[in-house]
T-cell receptor, first 111, second 115 residues
Framework: SQTIHQWPATLVQPVGSPLSLECTVE??????LYWYRQAAGRGLQLLFY??????ISSEVPQNLSASRPQDRQFILSSKKLLLSDSGFYLC??????????FGSGTQLSVL | AQTVTQSQPEMSVQEAETVTLSCTYD???????LFWYKQPPSRQMILVIR??????QNATENRFSVNFQKAAKSFSLKISDSQLGDAAMYFC????????????FGKGTSLLVTP
């Protein structure tokens, strides 16, 4: 069965520090991968998606970047965090238009 | 870009009663998918139900059913026999079947279930 792993679950970082959030998928190959962000009390905003290794599409210009070094690995990064980067980050994957499954999320607090 | 609107920020229902959550969307496409996701306090996103636009029959999953009105671009979720465990944020989402790969989400409806 397919599973998605996302870590860490919580992260507290100072302003200006770097960020690396990792997401891996098991039990599937060549999935579409996504990073979403959920600000407090709001809906989900698509940040990046990837349809293959090294293929990244950005939906919102911002302080963040994404990379896909392996087929089932998706990384969200920042060189210098801003206060506005705080939020709940969700990784998701799909292998068909009718199915999108989410990881358990990372709560990022930038102080 | 397709937009999804959930006009009810909060809803309340008594246990064992029925509640309907509203969702409308804006699109010029004819082929797409619609979803309802549940986000409990754990914040895990859980797929509740999905509907393919080409299907006229409304989707049903146990106590959850949808009223899909394609011409009106409406996709409401009905929860029957509400349970305390149904308390959560509910998000409506749209996905194109032809272009792009991501879901566009509404802002969510917070459902409170009272004993």
């Amino acid at each position: 069965s397919q599973t998605i792993h996302q870590w860490p679950a919580t992260l507290v970082q100072p302003v200006g520090s770097p960020l690396s959030l990792e997401c891996t998928v098991e039990g599937t190959s060549n999935p579409n991968l996504y990073w979403y962000r959920q600000a407090a009390g709001r809906g989900l905003q698509l940040l990046f998606y990837s349809v293959g290794i090294g293929q990244i599409s950005s939906e919102v210009p911002q302080n963040l970047s994404a990379s896909r070094p392996q087929d089932r690995q998706f990384i969200l990064s920042s060189k210098k965090l801003l206060l506005s980067d705080s939020g709940f980050y969700l990784c998701a994957w799909s292998e068909a238009p009718r199915k999108l499954l989410f990881g358990s999320g990372t709560q990022l607090s930038v102080l | 870009a397709q937009t999804v609107t959930q006009s009810q920020p909060e809803m309340s229902v008594q246990e064992a009663e029925t509640v309907t959550l509203s969702c409308t969307y804006d699109t010029s496409e004819s082929d797409y998918y619609l979803f309802w996701y549940k986000q409990p306090p754990s914040r895990q996103m859980i797929l509740v139900i999905r509907q393919e636009a080409y299907k006229q029959q409304n989707a049903t999953e146990n106590r959850f059913s949808v009223n899909f009105q394609k011409a009106a671009k409406s996709f409401s979720l009905k929860i029957s026999d509400s349970q305390l465990g149904d308390a959560a944020m509910y998000f409506c989402a749209y996905r194109s079947a032809n272009s792009g790969y991501a879901l566009n989400f509404g802002k969510g409806t917070s459902l409170l279930v009272t004993p």
